[in-house]
């Protein structure tokens, strides 16, 4: 089921992105809009496009295209006290995951019926609890994601949402004087490389059956290096730094092994890299 996320840029910059993406998180496409142009029409015309059945809008801000099915954040403060209340009971929770040893619930969730239309889903985690406690946000580890769409699980309703997390941050511009031509390609370079990190953690959680962390991605890509060491008038290389992730990458990428003291010829083989040219 594709996905659209639409993310507003700095205040001072008059234009949206609008970046669609499938469920499994891996990008499709994306649009940089005009704010006063950006519209219902426009959707359509990408969904015809791009000849998606039926796509769910993904948004940090409120849902401002009622026509679309959507799923949206919500601050606590925002909903009435009788929802607020309903929330803080201790009823109604389904434990997500418990740690073995101690019994201690690391993640739960609930949903809770606004209306007949809307559901709110709100989800715990221990680790994000801790987050919120050194960020001094208030937080306390909860999430709350409003909703119209009927046939998502609700553990698909917050692996949706992770997708959206920090990719304002990956888009960020910090110089407002670029022009057209250097924010088309700003975008353009930071759309491709969110592709190829998508589609990394697609493969690391097993063709997303489960989530990977997009920080696990960046160390199999980043974290690798290769130390050289000459032993009479020959080249070796040790490649170091080789994270879990990596290596089990590389070997769903049917990249060769990689062992201490490779000659160069061993390594392009293996690697599909040329280097003898940088080496020179």
């Not at 929802?83 to 434990?95: F, P, V």
């Not at 007949?116 to 580890?141: H, P, Q, T, V």
Request: one cysteine or more; proline letters at 2%.
């Amino acid at each position: 089921m594709p996905v659209s996320d639409i993310q507003g840029e700095s205040e001072t910059l008059n234009f949206e992105m609008a970046l669609f993406f499938d469920s499994y998180g891996i990008p499709l496409s994306y649009r940089l809009f005009i704010k006063e142009k950006f519209s219902e029409k426009e959707l359509e015309e990408i969904e015809k496009t791009l000849k998606i059945s039926k796509f769910v809008l993904v948004s940090t801000q409120e849902n401002r295209i009622q026509k679309r099915n959507f799923i949206s954040s919500i601050l606590f403060e925002n909903l009435n006290s009788e929802i607020q209340k309903e929330i803080l009971k201790e009823t109604k929770w389904k434990i997500v995951e418990k740690d073995i040893k101690t019994n201690e619930i690391l993640e739960k969730n609930k949903i809770i019926n606004i209306d007949n239309n809307l559901k709110l889903y709100i989800y715990w985690s221990k680790k994000r609890a801790f987050k919120d406690y050194m960020e001094k946000n208030g937080r306390s580890g909860y999430i709350y994601l409003m909703t119209d769409e009927e046939l998502i699980e609700p553990y698909e309703i917050s692996n949706i949402f992770q997708h959206t997390w920090n990719i304002e941050d990956k888009f960020k511009i910090t110089d407002v004087e670029f022009s057209e031509k250097h924010l088309h390609g700003h975008f353009t370079l930071c759309y491709i490389c969110l592709c190829i990190i998508r589609y990394f953690q697609y493969l690391l959680g097993s063709n997303g059956k489960f989530f990977v962390p997009m920080i696990y991605a960046n160390k199999a890509i980043s974290n690798p290096m290769i130390f050289m060491e000459k032993k009479g008038n020959e080249l070796f290389l040790n490649p170091i730094h080789l994270t879990n992730s990596y290596l089990k990458l590389s070997k769903i990428l049917g990249l060769g092994e990689f062992l201490q003291e490779m000659s160069i010829e061993k390594f392009e083989k293996n690697s599909g890299l040329k280097i003898n040219n940088i080496l020179l």
